[in-house]
């Protein structure tokens, strides 16, 4: 099992730019592919971006693309995601998660490994 632990959420004013990280510790065999989602109060859970294991293949959804940067340091076992330009609609508790499949899934029951999340909020 992995043991995921994210960082780097907070209150940033629209246009603005964060910058989140997910350390990962543990058993790393389920770390493949690793990916960040995101829950708005009252909505589901929705994919935000994804990395496979030697950060060749990422992968975004359309709300996301050209703004937001996900990347990984494997010697250092953590996964970033850069937020840049953000909205009051990127307003949401993100999570880190990880999967043992080697192809980018946009759906979470692929992840086997969560994160607690970290709060990211953008005032209107």
């Known amino acids: 099992q992995v043991q995921l632990v994210e960082s780097g959420g907070g209150l940033v004013q629209a246009g603005g730019s964060l910058r989140l990280s997910c350390a990962a510790s543990g058993s790393f065999s389920g770390t493949n592919v690793m990916g960040w989602f995101r829950q708005a109060p009252g909505k589901e859970r929705e994919f935000v971006s994804g990395?496979?294991?030697?950060?060749?293949?990422?992968y975004y959804t359309d709300s996301v693309k050209g703004r937001f940067t996900i990347s990984r340091d494997n010697a250092r076992n953590t996964v970033y995601l850069q937020m840049n330009s953000l909205n009051p609609e990127d307003t949401a508790v993100y999570y880190c998660?990880?999967?043992?499949?080697?192809?980018?899934?946009?759906?979470?029951?692929?992840?086997?490994?969560w994160g607690q999340g970290t709060q990211v909020t953008v005032p209107a």
């Open positions: 998660a990880a999967s043992k499949r080697f192809v980018i899934s946009t759906t979470p029951s692929q992840f086997g490994s």
């Open positions: 990395i496979s294991r030697s950060g060749g293949s990422t």
